[in-house]
Nanobody, 115 residues
Framework: QVQLVESGGGSVQAGGSLRLSCASS????????MGWYRQAPGKQRDLVAT???????NYADSVKGRFTISKDNAKNTVDLQMDSLKPGDTAVYYC?????????WGQGTQVTVSS
């Protein structure tokens, strides 16, 4: 079992920055992959960024160069630094963890970017 709690969402103007953080109840060094997904109203949940136990990262094309995913094994947290935010980044952001074949999700945190 993995429990995930997100923090750091909010409202910002276009061009601004936000940092999301996800705290895991389980040591993230034992979790295969962690990351962030987002879901805008009326749309499907899409991948934003992931990071593996080995530190390999993967980003959606739409956020490459603007978002950075990182993890802190000592704190059991995974962060998403979001810079140069655009109105199109507005969504509920969900923390994700994959442990073997099971996926876990956080409750989500709202990010709103105004023009």
């Amino acid at each position: 079992q993995v429990q995930l709690v997100e923090s750091g969402g909010g409202s910002v103007q276009a061009g601004g920055s936000l940092r999301l953080s996800c705290a895991s109840s389980r040591s993230i060094g034992t979790i295969n992959t962690m990351g962030w997904y987002r879901q805008a109203p009326g749309k499907q949940r899409d991948l934003v960024a992931t990071i593996t136990t080995g530190g390999n990262t993967n980003y959606a094309d739409s956020v490459k160069g603007r978002f950075t995913i990182s993890k802190d094994n000592a704190k059991n947290t995974v962060d998403l630094q979001m810079d140069s935010l655009k109105p199109g980044d507005t969504a509920v952001y969900y923390c994700y963890a994959r442990l073997y074949i099971t996926s876990y999700w956080g409750q989500g945190t709202q990010v709103t970017v105004s023009s």
